[in-house]
């Protein structure tokens, strides 16, 4: 079945300007999640969204960064007035959080996000 | 909050032989452990778990030895093949509501041939 997905797959701004990236999950996975991986670097976590709970906005760098996911469905990830240290892969991924056995977690191809 | 620390940044082996990387974890209720491994330009896909109720796993020829007392887990390939080369991150999952990830910094493995 279709995996993860993200748009856009590349994006160049200008400092200042606001951006919008979208993830759609895997069909029927109730659990989404963004990361941030900055070149050469880890996976930072941003937010987890898990069905009708309140996010885990514990990651979130800074207030310029906010999350919205409707439902159970399509995520947006945006970030407002960006500066070049945001400049990094923002990956997205997906789990069935059925349980404490569903663990696994299925990431999208990124958005690479560089901010001029 | 936990914090996962990964060692060695980079490794290098040759084909065939034998490849470690060790993390440690600062929260002691954390109870699952997976890694995943990413190859240039791709996405990171899961190549094997450990739940805290165990203390090793093994599939093929790559192995995960967990020592909950010390806070570390291993991942251990064995025979290595040059389509090993990748970046290796290890993860856990803190035992709260959430059921995020705490990555490590990643491990880039190199097998000459």
């Known amino acids: 079945g279709a995996g993860v997905s993200q748009s856009p797959s590349n994006k160049v701004t200008e400092k200042g300007k606001d951006v919008e990236l979208r993830c759609d999950p895997i069909s029927g996975h109730t659990a989404l999640y963004w990361y941030r991986q900055r070149l050469g670097q880890g996976l930072e976590f941003l937010i987890y969204f898990q069905g009708n709970s309140a996010p885990d906005k514990s990651g979130l760098p800074s207030d310029r960064f906010s999350a919205e996911r409707t439902g159970e469905s399509v995520s947006t990830l945006t970030i407002q007035r960006t500066q070049q240290e945001d400049s990094a892969v923002y990956l997205c991924a997906s789990s069935r959080q059925t349980s404490r056995s569903s663990y696994e977690q299925y990431f999208g191809p990124g958005t690479r996000l560089t901010v001029t | 909050g936990e914090n996962v620390e990964q060692h060695p940044s980079t490794l290098s082996v040759q084909e065939g032989d034998s490849a470690v990387i060790k993390c440690t974890y600062s929260?002691?209720?954390?109870?699952?452990f997976p890694w995943y491994k990413q190859e240039l330009g791709k996405r990171p896909q899961l190549i094997i778990d450990?739940?805290?109720?165990?203390g090793e796993k093994k599939d093929q020829r790559i192995a995960v030895t967990l020592n909950k007392t010390a806070k570390h887990f291993s991942l251990h390939i064995t025979e290595t093949q040059p389509e090993d080369s990748a970046v290796y991150f290890c993860?856990?999952?803190?035992?709260?509501?959430?059921?995020?990830?705490?990555f490590g910094s990643g491990t880039r493995l190199l097998v000459r041939p």
């Open positions: 929260d002691s209720a954390s109870n699952y």
């Open positions: 993860a856990a999952n803190p035992l709260d509501s959430s059921y995020k990830l705490i």
């Open positions: 450990i739940r805290s109720n165990v």
